[in-house]
C-alpha cells in the first residue's frame, strides 16, 4: 500500500460571465462566503468579497497518494472546484492553486527563552 499525504489546496479564480441570476444570488449569499468560511474542507468551501465581485478562492482537503506529489493534488482539487462551480452555474477563468503537502510541513517552534 502507498503512503498517503494530505494537502490544503487553495483554488483562486475570476468570476467570468456570470448570468444575473448567479451575479444576484453570489451577492445575497456574500456574508456566508467571507472570512469566516476560510477552512478548508473536502467538498470545499468557497469565499469572496461581494464588492467587486470579481475574484474568489475555495479552500479544499486533497487526501492522495504521496507518490503524486503537489501537482496531482492540485489538479484534483481544481476539478473539484470545476464542478461545484458548474453545478451551481458560476462562469468563471484562470484557475490556479497553491498546494501545501501538511505531512512534510516543517514547523517552527519558539523555544521557551523567546516566548
Known amino acids: 500500500m502507498s503512503e498517503r499525504h494530505t494537502y490544503r489546496v487553495i483554488v483562486r479564480g475570476t468570476w467570468d460571465g456570470l448570468a444575473e441570476e448567479a451575479r444576484a444570488r453570489l451577492l445575497a449569499e456574500a ?14 468551501a ?41 453545478e451551481r452555474g458560476y462562469g468563471f477563468r484562470d484557475l490556479r492553486s497553491t498546494v501545501t503537502d501538511l505531512d512534510t510541513m516543517k514547523i517552527n517552534r519558539k523555544s521557551a527563552s523567546r516566548r
Open 31 to 44: 456574508a456566508e462566503h467571507g472570512l469566516t468560511s476560510m477552512r478548508f474542507t473536502e467538498e470545499g
Open 46 to 86: 468557497l469565499s469572496y468579497e461581494p464588492s467587486p465581485l470579481k475574484h474568489f478562492s475555495m479552500r479544499y482537503v486533497v487526501v492522495s497518494d504521496a507518490a503524486d506529489g503537489e501537482e496531482m493534488a492540485g489538479a484534483i482539487a481544481e476539478d473539484r472546484a470545476q464542478t461545484a462551480l458548474r
